[in-house]
């Protein structure tokens, strides 16, 4: 089991920017894939973005592709989500989950993670 705390949400205008933050309990969260979801009033749990353990990997819905990135300091057991140029349809509540994937170079967006944070509010207005 790892603890997972996203901080960083908040009210933004449209166009703007916010940097999310998800600092995890363990110190073998270089061992995890990480990754941030989000769920919208009305709307499905979506991933938004993943990144492995090792190598990099990463994946981007199509909806944030150009303008959220996703990264990880694993010496300071934290995953980062940049996002840019938001738009209304971003708002909902965000949180990062953990998957064990010890030396595996890819990850996932689907929620097949085991470990989740309690989520932080992203509200764009218009």
């Known amino acids: 089991q790892v603890q997972l705390v996203e901080s960083g949400g908040g009210l933004v205008q449209a166009g703007g920017s916010l940097r999310l933050s998800c600092a995890a309990s363990?110190?073998?969260?270089?061992?995890?894939?990480m990754g941030w979801f989000r769920q919208a009033p009305g709307k499905e749990f979506e991933g938004v973005s993943c990144?492995?353990?090792?190598?990099?990997?990463?994946i981007y819905a199509d909806s944030v592709k150009g303008r959220f990135t996703i990264s990880r300091d694993n010496a300071e057991n934290t995953v980062y989500l940049q996002m840019n140029t938001l738009k209304p349809e971003d708002t909902g509540v965000y949180s990062c989950?953990?998957?064990?994937?010890?030396?595996?170079?890819?990850?996932?967006?689907?929620?097949?993670?085991?470990?989740w944070g309690q989520g932080t509010q992203v509200t764009v207005s218009s």
């Open positions: 989950g953990a998957l064990w994937n010890p030396g595996i170079p890819i990850c996932t967006i689907l929620p097949h993670y085991l470990n």
């Open positions: 363990r110190r073998t969260f270089s061992r995890y894939a």
């Open positions: 990144v492995s353990s090792v190598g990099g990997g990463t």
